[in-house]
């Protein structure tokens, strides 16, 4: 299939997709947020006012219109600090799967190709990473690197790579026994033209879906992280920052911490809504 044809594919599938649609519609709408933050957000994140700390949503008895969901512990406006949260999510989601992402690709693209030892040793280093849980490694390199939004990206980045090389190295294995590949390899081309012109192509359509669907494993990631005081640091917002704050509010101020866990899943499903339209979209069976 052509570009032009895949992209209307692509178009096609997704106005038949209800939950594609509104997947990239909640995504577009927090990126517009978070661009236009400092004209959305009506107080400063980080400014505190006790006078007027633990306010309810406007809508209950003691809530006023000036704070539409309320005030945090601190007096810290909720929907601002929400708006300012989107931009740390996206950013952190985006960088961090890039990192991984190219790591992983070039890792797997190496393993796949070549076999042999490099491939042994690569998907040794594979399972023993596997083996444990990504969390503890992020929570250490954090501990030891220190807190901080460019901290959270690398550490983010350099532990999350496993999946795409065992992903692109399993797609590598099958694509470079294709008569395509045999014909290039006899001609003389060379294996940095065969993996990057030949194969490459034929793996990156599910890059991109497993890329995706990873944008909002790295979210969870981060809010994770800043949950326990590891993530980014005050006064920059996170809405895993947002939940470390409010869970001590629980049984008396539920929206401290309910609004940011709310807001952290919809995102979550609507990442998983648009993986899913690609998926569809990208993959030559349903084509």
């Known amino acids: 299939m ?53 306010l309810p949503p406007a809508w209950s008895a ?33 960088c961090s799967v890039i990192i991984s992402g190219m790591i992983g690709i070039v890792l797997g693209l190496i393993s796949g190709y070549y076999g042999r030892w490099i491939d042994v040793l690569i998907m040794r280093i594979v399972d023993a990473l ?31 790579w496993v999946s795409y090389a065992r992903m692109i190295r399993s797609e590598v294995l099958a694509v470079r026994e294709r008569d395509f590949v045999r014909s290039a390899k006899a001609v003389g081309a060379g294996d940095l033209r065969i993996i990057f012109v030949h194969v490459l192509p034929n793996v990156i359509s599910s890059f991109i879906v497993i890329s995706t669907l990873s944008i909002g494993r790295v979210i969870i990631a981060e809010a994770s992280l800043s949950f326990l005081g590891l993530g980014i640091q005050s006064p920059d917002v996170s809405w895993g920052g947002m939940l470390s704050d409010g ?7 539920w929206w401290v911490a309910t609004f940011p866990g709310i807001i952290i899943t919809i995102t979550v499903l609507a990442v998983i809504f648009v993986g899913d339209w690609l998926r569809d979209w990208l993959d030559p069976k349903l084509n």
């Open 62 to 94: 003691r809530g006023i219109a000036e704070y539409p969901l309320g005030t945090d512990n601190l007096g810290r406006d909720i929907w601002s600090r929400l708006i300012y949260g989107s931009r740390v999510s996206l950013i952190v989601g985006f």
């Open 130 to 160: 596997l083996a444990i849980p990504t969390i503890l490694f992020m929570m250490l390199f954090m501990f030891v690197l220190g807190p901080g939004i460019g901290t959270l990206i690398f550490v983010i980045g350099v532990t999350s």
């Open 2 to 54: 052509t570009g032009k044809g895949l992209l209307k594919n692509g178009l096609n599938r997704l106005v038949h997709s209800k939950t594609g649609i509104l997947g990239l519609a909640v995504l577009l709408a927090i990126a517009v947020i978070a661009v236009a933050a400092p004209l959305l957000a009506p107080h400063d994140p980080a400014q505190t006012n006790v006078a007027r700390k633990l």
């Open 247 to 253: 869970r001590q509010y629980l049984a008396t101020s």
